[in-house]
Every structure is written in structure tokens, then in C-alpha cells.
């Protein structure tokens, strides 16, 4: 069962492929000298493209959170109900449109460009500028998204300062070529984000409340941004500018002024500034902290509302840190322009139910892709399950143009059953050579109907699904919802043990489409589909 259902669901390809740069981390010692290593972006003013890997942590099955949603006016509690974060097919809440693969490009366009905008993001006000500078540079680095995990971990969600490191050790891809970002709504430390740098660089963040909340849900995507910018920042040999000494002489420490004690107390105590932007309301006894820009940073590593910017310094201090053995290995490319990624997500097994209307559902989620403006899809049989070499009934479905999203490969391929498929995804972007490809093996069975489980599915159906089932011997039961056209794919029901006996459930399936859909039992390894309808 964990085929349909795994507890990692991922869609990176295992090696990846590099323009230029390193194969494999650099060697820890003498690395310009070393044999086999390869200094790359030599050129300064070359921009750095680092590899990215995204993961969603989610909880095992669904669960209840409620919390205070301090975006509305006045604040209000709000009660979550769901699988606790961004999922392959959802946003985790009422969205069935939007989903961990698109939130996760999303993310990384919006990061790259507020990188690439450093000159506009430094102006404070009209004809004012901190510190005064005319000769800010561009940042040099961007992101690439080289994939979009998802784990239902109820351990690893609940993230602490100590389970980071087991998580990373756990999850961890491509050793120390990719750069590990964790998204939690439960971190269990201080702050709303952390980072590991040194040879190994991760970071956790806490952030799908935001998205959450109603009255935030816009600004969240942009929050989000600005936090990965930061935290990787870190990563890359950056520390906070506003409160300590981060070996940069044009990033000042923030104004002290005396602050007020929540509650009330005296003596005033001293601290720096910390603000969100120009607010001369913002109380001092007597000094305030945020009525003057002089008073006021927005620099990446700062803590503040305004659009964020590095300084010369700051981009020397990233540029040295991408040429050392601990930053080099994670350079994608330095040739200028943003390269494409091909990934999708597939379950290893899929089933071949016949009886399905409009016939079977075998679908390639290519959302996660990144960057491509046209695609290849090739499809062949495999003569056993550890081949990588076509063995007969190859297709291509030509190069494509536009971005790739859900397709039903049984629409376009006759597959059959207990056979063993090899599937390849190539993506191409034509303002930047090169293209990238992916591929994953997949069985092919069919819809067994041994007698040990019958059920019976309402049909139609509304925001809510009765099935009514008889299992003749105790075993292992998931149900799965999956629309027949879009392969939108839905769990009713974790895995779950149950003894011989008559089960009647009643399932929510609100904020689905309307349309033909599989109701897929799983029982004992074996699967059943029912045809049912939503209007």
C-alpha cells in the first residue's frame, strides 16, 4: 500500500545535472589545488545559481489546530482542520487548484526576483538612501528549484532545536550539492525560521500560518520570499546587521534607544531598533527608534517591512563563501541565465482499473517543474524492474510548448497490466541552453477482486461521500479519491487496521471539483475502484 500512499513523496531526479561547477562537493582541503576540482564563476560579476530543495513536512493523518489569526482586525482565533501543510494535490485546507509544487516555484521566482532588484530595494523614501552609497551592486545569486518532497512525518513536523539535525540526516538531498528548505506550521524554536551553514546548509521555516490566515494570504507568498532570502543568507556566511558585528563595515548596527518594558517598568532599558518601517508613533522614554530613516535599515539581514538589500560587503562575504569548499558544491550554474529543472511526481505503482469510466487515470504531475517554456514526454516498456533501457512500445509526445502541469498518460499511451514502464520527462527553456530531464520506473497492476473486501460508494455525491464496506478478514484499509480526468488525487482514509466486520463511513470532500472520480480501496495490498460522481 505504501506504493499509492508513501510517506515520501518525491519528484527530484537522483543526480543533477551542472553547466559548469564541481561534480560532487568539493574536496575539504586545498580545494583550488585539488585534484579533480573545478573552480567555477570566476568572473565576479557572474551570476551564481544555487541548487534548492524544497520539503513540506506533514502530519500522518489529519489533525485540529487552533490558533490566534492576529492578520485579522480584531484578532480572532482560527481552527485549522487538515493534513498540516501544502500537499501534492492541495493547500493542505479548502484549495484544490493550488498546491506544494506551485507554492514552491512560486516562492522561489518571487526570492529570485527580489535578488535580482537590489538597486530599487535600497531606496528608503524619495532621494533617500542608508547607509549613502552609489555604487551598490547586484546581487549575485538566484535560486534553482531542483525539487518538491513532501513527508508525513508527525516526528519531524513537530520541529525542535535538536530534531532539526535528525530531520536533515533523515531527508537530506544530494549530500552537500543542495541546499535543504523544511516548512513546518509547528516550529519549536525561537524565532519564525532558523539556518545551519558550513558544509551542509538547511534551514527550517515556519510559515503556512500566514498563508492560513485570510486577511494574509497575499502577503504571506511575498513574507516567505523575504524570509528565504535571509535565512539563506545565513547560510551563505551572513549574520544579522541591526545587532551584532557581522565583520561588514557598511552594514551599521541599529540605533539604541531607550525602550519601554512590556508591562510598564522602570528604568527604561536600552536596545536596538527594530523597525518595520518609518512609524513615529512607535514609543521611546524619550528617544524613539523608528521616527527618522536614518534610524531605519532594510538590509536582507535585518528585521524589517521594507523591500530588503545587500551591500557591497554582504555580496563579497556570499561570493567568498560560494568560492570555498563549503559553498562551491552547491552551484548549479553560472551561465547568465536561469536554467529549467524537470521533475514530476508519480507513484512507483499504478493501477489499471478497467471498469473506470473514460478509462484509467495514470497521471504525471509535472507542476513541479521549474523554469521550462516546453516539454518532452517519452514513454517505454521495460523488459524487468531494475532495466533503464527501452525494450519496446516506445512513444514520444513531441516537444510541447508552454509549461507542463497534470497529464493523463493513459490517454496517451496503451499501457498493460503487471508490466513495468520507464517514463522521462525532458523540459527546455529556449532563453537558456540546455535542457534537463527525469525519469522513474512504474508497475503497472491491475484491479484485483479477491472477495476479501466489498464496499459500495454513494453516487453522486456533494461535499460529502458515504461508503459503505464488508471486510471478511481483519487487514490494513486505505481509501483514496481520484478524479478520472485531472488525476487529482485524495486520501479519505489513512491506513488503517480494522478486524472482519461492516464499516459505514461518511468522508468529507469539500473544495473538490465537480466531475467523474475513483473511489480506490486498498485492502491487504490489494485495490478495488468504484465509479461515483460529483455534480
Request: aromatic fraction near 12%; charged fraction near 15%.
Amino acid at each position: 500500500m505504501a506504493a499509492f500512499h508513501p510517506a515520501v513523496s518525491q519528484n527530484a531526479p537522483p543526480d543533477f545535472q551542472m553547466s559548469c561547477g564541481t561534480m560532487g562537493a568539493a574536496p575539504s582541503a586545498s580545494p583550488a589545488s585539488s585534484p579533480g576540482f573545478l573552480p567555477i564563476c570566476t568572473d565576479p560579476n557572474a551570476v551564481r545559481y544555487l541548487r534548492v530543495a524544497f520539503h513540506y513536512l506533514l502530519r500522518e493523518s489529519n489533525y485540529t489546530w487552533t490558533f490566534l489569526d492576529d492578520c485579522a482586525d480584531p484578532d480572532v482565533n482560527f481552527t485549522y482542520i487538515g493534513p498540516g501543510n501544502f500537499t501534492e494535490s492541495s493547500d493542505g485546507y479548502q484549495n484544490s487548484v493550488y498546491n506544494g509544487f506551485l507554492r514552491a516555484e512560486e516562492v522561489i521566482a518571487d526570492a529570485n526576483a527580489k535578488l535580482a532588484a537590489n538597486w530599487n530595494h535600497w531606496r528608503k523614501a524619495p532621494g533617500v538612501y542608508y547607509p549613502p552609497t552609489t555604487n551598490l551592486p547586484a546581487t549575485n545569486i538566484r535560486y534553482v528549484l531542483v525539487g518538491t518532497y513532501f513527508h508525513r512525518d508527525n516526528a519531524a513536523y513537530i520541529a525542535t532545536e535538536s530534531n532539526r539535525f535528525a530531520t536533515q540526516t533523515k531527508y537530506n538531498i544530494g549530500g552537500e550539492t543542495v541546499l535543504d528548505v523544511y516548512f513546518t506550521p509547528n516550529g519549536n524554536w525561537s524565532g519564525i525560521a532558523s539556518a545551519i551553514g558550513g558544509t551542509n546548509k538547511f534551514v527550517f521555516m515556519n510559515c503556512y500560518k500566514k498563508y492560513l490566515e485570510p486577511d494574509c494570504r497575499n502577503w504571506s507568498l511575498q513574507y516567505e520570499a523575504d524570509l528565504l532570502n535571509h535565512e539563506i543568507g545565513h547560510t551563505l556566511d551572513l549574520s544579522h546587521t541591526w545587532n551584532e558585528n557581522d565583520l561588514c563595515d557598511d552594514t551599521p548596527v541599529a540605533f539604541m534607544y531607550d525602550k519601554i518594558q512590556q508591562p510598564p517598568a522602570t528604568p527604561c532599558v536600552k536596545a536596538y531598533a527594530e523597525c518595520w518601517g518609518f512609524d513615529a508613533s512607535k514609543p521611546g522614554c524619550p528617544l524613539k527608534p523608528c521616527d527618522d530613516w536614518g534610524k531605519i535599515t532594510n538590509n536582507v539581514m535585518d528585521y524589517n517591512g521594507n523591500p530588503k538589500a545587500y551591500t557591497l560587503c554582504q555580496v563579497a562575504r556570499v561570493r567568498a563563501e560560494l568560492l570555498a569548499s563549503s559553498g562551491n558544491s552547491y552551484i548549479h550554474s553560472c551561465n547568465g541565465c536561469l536554467p529549467s529543472n524537470a521533475f514530476f511526481f508519480m507513484h512507483s505503482e499504478q493501477s489499471l482499473c478497467e471498469e473506470v469510466l473514460l478509462g484509467p487515470a495514470i497521471v504525471l504531475n509535472g507542476q513541479g517543474s521549474f523554469n521550462e517554456n516546453k516539454y518532452l514526454i517519452e514513454i517505454c516498456e521495460l523488459a524487468t524492474p531494475t532495466s533503464t533501457t527501452c525494450y519496446s512500445n516506445y512513444y514520444s509526445s513531441g516537444w510541447m510548448n508552454g509549461k507542463i502541469a497534470r497529464v493523463n498518460l493513459a490517454a496517451l499511451y496503451g499501457f498493460k497490466k503487471d508490466t513495468y514502464y520507464k517514463v522521462k520527462l525532458t523540459v527546455d527553456n529556449t532563453d537558456c541552453p540546455g535542457s534537463t530531464s527525469y525519469e522513474k520506473t512504474i508497475h503497472l497492476i491491475g484491479c484485483t477482486t479477491s472477495g476479501s473486501v466489498d464496499f459500495v460508494v454513494q453516487n453522486p455525491f456533494s461535499d460529502q461521500l458515504a461508503i459503505h464496506y464488508t471486510t471478511t478478514q481483519p487487514g490494513k484499509v486505505t481509501i483514496n479519491l481520484i478524479h478520472t480526468y485531472t488525476g487529482q488525487f485524495r486520501q479519505l482514509m489513512a491506513p488503517t487496521d480494522l478486524s472482519a466486520g461492516d464499516y459505514q463511513l461518511d468522508l468529507p470532500t469539500g473544495g473538490l471539483p465537480s466531475g467523474m472520480y475513483a473511489v480506490q480501496v486498498l485492502f491487504n495490498g490489494q485495490v478495488q475502484s468504484k465509479n461515483t460522481v460529483k455534480p
